[in-house]
């Protein structure tokens, strides 16, 4: 079993509509956790991190973390076309550099 | 640079061929990464630098793959003798190495592909 697993998708949802993206951990040592996006051929980009349990917000996007469940999400509000692409969780254990990927949700928002 | 900087974007290589992929991170980032993205996959780690020493290489798959970051700036990742199982495309990451979240930002990656 991996680490940090992540329903790869595809995920298909009109514009407009909540997206729901998640991912479970099995580590209770991680505490942070990102969500990257990657547009197709490029590299990740940095969205969102939090630290610990609870929500954080920025704009259309939530991020939130349940460490009791080990299983984090993120919302992303009024979807728009420019969305489309692959969501990848990551975390990494406190004194520690490594990350580590789940396999990334691929994302289409249709106009 | 304003970014994390990869080449090159594409390799082909026949298979038993050795490859060097360079990455140049952003300036005054200290910590360096190498992550390897098979298709349809998230990113795996392969290797980690803070300044040219090389703290942790549990990642490389096999003694085929060497990185280097002589001067603590730019790294080269080689694989020698490439087998078709290395085709992906190699992410670089820097950071500034600073404790807690580990913010990284990532090149465009160079795409290998053994024939």
């Known amino acids: 079993q991996k680490e940090v697993e992540q329903d790869p998708g595809p995920l298909s949802v009109p514009e407009g509509a909540i997206v729901s993206l998640n991912c479970t951990y099995s580590n209770s040592a991680f505490q942070y956790f990102m969500w990257y996006r990657q547009y197709s051929r490029k590299g990740p980009e940095l969205l969102m991190y939090t630290y610990s349990s609870g929500n954080k917000e920025d704009g259309r996007f939530t991020a939130q973390v349940d460490k009791s469940s080990k299983y984090i999400s993120l919302f992303i509000r009024d979807s728009q076309p420019s969305d489309s692409a692959t969501y990848l969780c990551?975390?990494?254990?406190?004194?520690?550099?490594?990350?580590?990927f789940g396999k990334g949700t691929k994302l289409t928002v249709n106009p | 640079g304003a970014g994390v900087s990869q080449s090159p974007r594409y390799k082909v290589a026949k298979r038993g061929q050795d490859v060097a992929l360079r990455c140049d991170p952003i300036s005054g980032h200290v910590s360096l990464f190498w992550y390897q993205q098979a298709l349809g996959q998230g990113p795996e780690f392969l290797t980690y630098?803070?300044?040219?020493?090389?703290?942790?290489k549990s990642g490389l798959p096999s003694d085929r793959f060497f990185a280097e970051r002589p001067e603590g700036s730019v790294s080269t990742l080689k694989i020698q003798r490439t087998q078709q199982e290395d085709s992906a495309v190699y992410l670089c990451a820097s950071s500034l190495g600073a404790p807690g979240a580990n913010v990284l930002t990532f090149g465009a990656g160079s795409r290998l592909t053994v024939l």
């Open positions: 630098f803070q300044n040219e020493a090389q703290l942790d």
């Open positions: 990551a975390m990494n254990k406190g004194g520690s550099e490594k990350l580590v």
